[in-house]
């Protein structure tokens, strides 16, 4: 399966097979001839030769052999074509092979318009580094083009080939040469011919600044389809902005978020963020506009992961996409998705935080920190695992992006009579979203803090990097006032669903501000200036 997204910065071809078609070799008669089982490499046979002399004979003896080769070989079908396109699209190229450089020298005087110079840089098996499989001549081979490994493409025809560009954490694409062999479980693509790489290589290129190119935004939006027939105009080429028929409907919920941290499904995230906050109003997401700033250096495939991140999450939610903005620009460095989403609800049925009153009880679902606990075991992999976090507890974390959406909790506090205010806990954390809802509601609210449910793994992270788990962003917790002898009931409905909820405080008469406790002693309720994953990411 072809990766998504990914990014081309230069191109590394293998010679032979690859670039060329040898001569008519007999290999196998060359290894008869000098002692070498046939399916053992001619290399490997050498390496484990006691006799140094031996193996200087041997080598002399590959040496003609390959020369030989070269002189009978000719350029592979499209080689001269795709690295006419590479030059065109501006990548650096370079070759990584087992032969000797005379050979590759005496081939390359066989291509039109095609010299040494036009390569970034050959490596082969005099150069000082294991070739293949290892993946010390790919790494070798990046530094000297200046490219970073994993935006490194490395072409060719055999086996070698994938597990060295696998081993130095490159992309790999296996030449078939149109011959029906399985191709290396380490190859990321597979092409018949050379001229297969074209379509490969302008997926992975850098898109200019600015707007999308017409041509390529109309090709995704030609797969984004809108059954909802309140849509009046849709997204697509030409057009500025999107229209709904919201006719017979008594008030319009807006909602508009950016998310910034995220940049593993970031699609996902914009799409349950604004959905959530919708749900604390009482109302269904129904329309959506997604405004993308996507850093210079970005490729068509990274755009079109987000695109499709962002039609599965709204077909997951009902959500119709219709319309946004998506351009290139130095003026951000990752990825931002900034969503607008509406929806509709009956005047009656509207949920305002000013409804809530001195002795509702306050309960929040799951636990804290569900988005920034996903975010960081994504993005801090590496600082998690030098803490001593285990692999398998990180890859748990990354999951807990399926608990964003409050959605299903706040359906269920939606039908009962007895819930006053909802509130969604994003940027800031539980401390900063009780510290909204007491604002908003009027009211002062007072905290058990030893109730505030934080899973251990979100503690073992703030522990290893340094934050405070009631800081740290938690999209997915949702923070519900209710009335003193609905709770019960409000409880029973959300655990039957497998939702965790816990009752962490109540509303008080006083002013607006939280009163905290920690075993029936009063402490400081903790004020985070900005949310701690920005601290992580500064």
Known sequence: MNPLPYRIDAVLFDFDGTLTRPGALDFSAFKRKIGCPQKTPVLEFMQGLPDRHRVQEIAAKLDLFELSGAERSRPNTGATSILSAIKTYGLPVGILTRNSRDSVLRSLERFPALAASDFGTIITREDPVEIKPSGEGVLLAAQRLCVNPENLLVVGDFHFDMAAGAAAGALTAYLSNGENFDSPADAVFVIETLLDLKPILEEGLSLPAGKLPNAFLDELLSDHHIDDPSVIVGPSVGEDTAAVDIEGESVLVLKSDPITFATESIGKYAVSINANDLATAGTEARWMLATLLLPCGFTKSQVRQIFSDLGEACSSEKVTLCGGHTEITDAVSRPVVAGTMAGTVAREDLIRK????????????????????????????????????????????????????????????????????????????????????????????????????????????????????????????????????????????????????????????????????????????????????TRLFQ
């Not at 923070?479 to 509303?507: K, W």
């Open 354 to 533: 000013n409804r809530m009153s001195p002795g509702d009880r306050v309960l929040v679902t799951k636990g804290v920190a569900v988005e920034g606990t996903a975010i960081i075991a994504a993005e801090f992999r590496e600082k998690l695992l030098q803490g001593g976090m285990r692999s398998n507890v990180i890859d748990d974390c990354r999951r807990f992006t399926a608990m964003l959406s409050i959605l299903p909790e706040a359906r269920i506090a939606w039908a009962v009579d007895g819930v006053s205010a909802l509130h969604d806990v994003t940027e800031g954390g539980i401390a900063t979203a009780l510290a909204e809802l007491s604002l908003a509601g009027g009211y002062g609210i007072r905290v058990r803090l030893d109730a505030v449910p934080v899973y251990p793994q979100t503690q073992r992270m703030g522990e290893i990097l340094g934050i405070d788990p009631l800081g740290l962003i938690g999209s997915g917790s949702l923070l519900i006032s209710c009335r003193p002898d609905s709770v019960a009931g409000l409880r029973d409905q959300v655990t039957a669903s497998r939702i965790d909820i816990v009752e962490i405080g109540e509303v008080t008469n006083r002013e607006p501000g939280i009163d905290a406790t920690a075993g029936n002693v009063s402490v400081q309720w903790p004020h985070f200036e900005v949310d701690e994953i």
